[in-house]
C-alpha cells in the first residue's frame, strides 16, 4: 500500500505547476460564489419592483375581468333567439345541398379507403409470399 501511495505522488512532483494558478483558481470560485448568491436572492429594489408589477398587473386583469362579466351581462338580455332561415322552403333547400355535399365526400372518403384496402391487400400478400419462401428455405 505504501508503494501506491509513493507511486501516485511521484508521478505528481514532475509536473510543472504555472506561477499564480492558484491564486486565479480561487479568484474564480469566489467569482462563482458571488453570482450565484446574487441569482439566488433579488436585490431588494428588485423585489420591490416586481412586487409592484404584480400588483398592478393583478389589478388590471381584475378590472378586465369585471368589464368582460358586464358586457356580456348586459349584451345577453339584448339578444332573442331567431332561426337561420324564415322561409321553410330555403331552410329544406339548403339542408338538401348540405346532404349532397356530406354524400359526395363521404363517396370520395370511400373510393379512396377501398384503394388503401386493395394496396395493403396486395401488400400483405407479398409478405406472406415471402415469408413463406423464407420459411422454405430454413
Given at each position: ?5 509513493h507511486?501516485n ?15 486565479r483558481?480561487s ?7 458571488e453570482s ?10 428588485q423585489?420591490k419592483k416586481?412586487?409592484r ?5 393583478s389589478?388590471?386583469?381584475s378590472?378586465a375581468?369585471?368589464?368582460g362579466?358586464g358586457i ?14 324564415d322561409?321553410p322552403e330555403q331552410?329544406r333547400q339548403e ?26 391487400g396486395?401488400?400483405?400478400s407479398?409478405?406472406?409470399n ?5 420459411e422454405?428455405h430454413?
Open positions: 500500500m505504501d508503494e501506491l501511495k507511486l505522488t511521484e508521478g505528481l512532483n514532475d509536473i510543472e505547476i504555472p506561477d499564480g494558478l492558484e491564486a483558481l479568484m474564480k470560485i469566489d467569482q462563482w460564489a450565484e448568491r446574487k441569482a439566488a436572492k433579488p436585490a431588494p429594489q423585489r416586481r412586487i408589477l404584480l400588483r398592478t398587473a389589478i388590471a386583469a378590472i375581468l369585471l368589464l362579466i356580456t351581462l348586459s349584451n345577453h338580455d339584448n339578444k332573442v333567439q331567431r332561426d337561420t332561415f322561409n331552410a339542408a338538401e345541398k348540405a346532404l349532397n355535399l356530406l354524400v359526395y365526400n363521404l363517396g370520395k372518403g370511400m373510393e379512396q379507403l377501398n384503394k388503401v384496402k386493395e394496396i395493403s396486395s401488400t400483405n407479398t409478405i406472406n415471402s415469408l413463406k419462401l423464407l422454405n430454413e
